[in-house]
């Protein structure tokens, strides 16, 4: 069992729609919760960070993390085509190295 | 400001052949990583360095050598190259040690390498 799993999609949604994007851990010891983005052929841009449990909000990106059921998530509200691009989530233990998910791949449609 | 930097872009390998992947960063930081990315897997952490003349490993450490040669650059070296070893490598840096989460990690473009 990977340490975090991500769905990989693909996940297709109109211009204007809410989107959720999820990912599930088993190491308990994750404290540092982050989601990435990367456009097609680029290299992934933090996103998103988040320590410990609770909601971080950032304009229309709003993250949440919840460690007793180890599962976190990442809601887009007013989806753009700008933001079609694949998503990953990452976690960390204290002095520890990241722990990535395979990633999203998101298209909104016009 | 360049960000973080990588060559070659794109590299075609026969299986037993070298190579090393270059990397430089002119944001003054601190730490520096190897990551690969495949299909379904995700980003693995192949070595990192934490400053300037220490390295770590990281995941996936096996075929792979680095050298953090200066605070801006940090090569990645196959020493002899297996068709696993295909993949997305991305040099990331960091200002301190980002491994813990709470220091943002900027990545470089990516290297396409293929080996036959």
């Known amino acids: 069992q990977k340490e975090v799993e991500q769905d990989p999609g693909p996940l297709s949604v109109p211009e204007g729609a809410i989107v959720s994007l999820n990912c599930t851990y088993s190491n308990s010891a994750f404290q540092y919760f982050m989601w990435y983005r990367q456009y097609s052929r680029k290299g992934p841009e933090l996103l998103m960070y988040?320590?410990?449990?609770g909601n971080k909000e950032d304009g229309r990106f709003t993250a949440q993390v919840d460690k007793s059921s180890k599962y976190i998530s990442l809601f887009i509200r007013d989806s753009q085509p700008s933001d079609s691009a694949t998503y990953l989530c990452?976690?960390?233990?204290?002095?520890?190295?990241?722990?990535f998910g395979a990633g999203t791949r998101l298209t909104v449609k016009p | 400001n360049a960000g973080v930097t990588q060559t070659p872009k794109f590299q075609v390998l026969k299986t037993g052949q070298s190579m090393t992947l270059q990397c430089a960063q002119d944001m003054n930081h601190n730490s520096m990583y190897w990551y690969r990315q495949d299909p379904g897997m995700g980003l693995r952490l192949i070595y990192y360095s934490a400053s300037e003349g220490t390295t770590d490993k990281g995941e996936v450490p096996n075929g792979y050598n680095v050298s953090r040669l200066n605070k801006r650059e940090f090569s990645l070296r196959l020493e002899s190259a297996a068709p696993s070893q295909t993949s997305v490598y991305f040099c990331?840096?960091?200002?301190?040690?980002?491994?813990?989460?709470?220091?943002?990690?900027?990545f470089g473009p990516g290297t396409r390498l293929t080996v036959l």
């Open positions: 990452a976690m960390s233990a204290r002095n520890n190295d990241m722990r």
């Open positions: 990331a840096s960091s200002e301190d040690e980002g491994l813990a989460g709470g220091d943002t990690q900027y």
């Open positions: 988040t320590y410990s449990s």
